[in-house]
T-cell receptor, first 111, second 111 residues
């Protein structure tokens, strides 16, 4: 969905490096989410934010942090990347109680 | 914890046939359900949703059925086409905060 963009689309990094994944949206939604998807599996919620001043942990927040810089921007950081954080990462946005719109994903490989 | 699951991990159908993808959910408090389609290398894309005050909803070639008695959700795709090949996820909302995704069903369409 072009309304939700993620950068970078692909990233290869080494164990111990700090990585930031960025998400921007033009839908004007207050709610933003970060998910992780492992091969052959569903999406697991890492963090979510209902507005600029609201940050909440999801199912698998350990090893991750987030920053909601503005209504339209929500970034995910891995402070010290480890190999088992190799996965696809998706950002999503929504209005209250409605469907979530997903970005194209970032493929992260940690060596 | 509560979870959403799928009965069949892979479904193979012939082009032109109807497809039925099933999903079981365990949280009786869930009041909103969504089906997403995820094509290879892309983010999940909204297909259809249904709220708990309904038991059926139809879209273009797709129908979602909700049976709250047995906590079961299904997605029916009429006249399945090659472009329908993807992984399909059901998701439930036990509250208005976030979605819980199932592990997905891969739909394969053969000629």
């Amino acid at each position: 969905d072009a309304d939700v963009t993620q950068t970078p689309r692909n990233r290869i990094t080494k164990t111990g490096k700090r990585i930031m994944l960025e998400c921007s949206q033009t839908k004007g939604h207050d709610r933003m989410y970060w998910y992780r998807q492992d091969p052959g599996l569903g999406l697991q919620l890492i963090y979510y934010s209902f507005d600029v001043k609201d940050i909440n942990k999801g199912e698998i927040s350990d090893g991750y942090s987030v920053s909601r810089q503005a209504q339209a921007k929500f970034s995910l950081s891995l402070e010290s990347a480890i190999p088992n954080q190799t996965a696809l990462y998706f950002c999503a946005t929504s209005d209250f109680g409605d469907e979530q719109f997903f970005g194209p994903g970032t493929r992260l490989t940690v060596l | 914890g509560e979870s959403v699951g799928l009965h069949l991990p892979t479904l193979s159908v012939q082009e032109g046939d109807n497809s039925i993808i099933n999903c079981a959910y365990s949280n009786s408090a869930s009041d909103y359900f969504i089906w997403y389609k995820q094509e290879s290398g892309k983010g999940p894309q909204f297909i259809i949703d249904i709220r708990s005050n309904m038991d059926k909803r139809q879209g273009q070639r797709v129908t979602v059925l909700l049976n709250k008695t047995v906590k079961h959700l299904s997605l029916q795709i009429a006249a399945t086409q090659p472009g329908d090949s993807a992984v399909y996820f059901c998701a439930e909302t036990p509250n208005t905060d976030k979605l819980i995704f199932g592990t997905g069903t891969r739909l394969q369409v053969f000629p």
